[in-house]
């Protein structure tokens, strides 16, 4: 069985920056694209960014230039780099499975999840 736990998350003002942990468990994780996706309250959970097995990388276009997904395989965790950060930006941030391809696949469990919240 698959266990995510993040972390990193907290409190930042507009223009902050936050480094995201999450380890990964109970899968191969070298072979598994793996993903950042983040809740708002009120609205639905939104693909944020993917890292694929050969570190190819996908954004979506709101956090382009400002996030940035890496991967240490021998630590089996992913990692999200957040600059510039925004209010917009306020959401429970999970990882997850990604796909190859960039697009929305998560594995149907879900950890904890870290809260980042930006605010003046």
């Known amino acids: 069985q698959v266990q995510l736990v993040e972390s990193g998350g907290g409190l930042v003002q507009p223009g902050g920056s936050l480094r995201l942990s999450c380890a990964a468990s109970?899968?191969?994780?070298?072979?598994?694209?793996m993903a950042w996706y983040r809740q708002a309250p009120g609205k639905q959970r939104e693909l944020v960014a993917t890292?694929?097995?050969?570190?190819?990388?996908f954004y979506t276009d709101s956090v382009k230039g400002r996030f940035t997904i890496s991967r240490d395989n021998a630590k089996n965790t992913v990692y999200l780099q957040m600059d510039s950060l925004k209010p917009e930006d306020t959401a429970v941030y999970y990882c997850?499975?990604?796909?190859?391809?960039?697009?929305?696949?998560?594995?149907?469990?879900w950890g904890q999840g870290t809260q980042v919240t930006v605010v003046s």
């Open positions: 109970g899968t191969i994780f070298s072979v598994i694209a």
């Open positions: 997850n499975r990604g796909s190859s391809s960039g697009t929305y696949y998560p594995w149907p469990a």
């Open positions: 890292i694929t097995s050969s570190s190819r990388t």
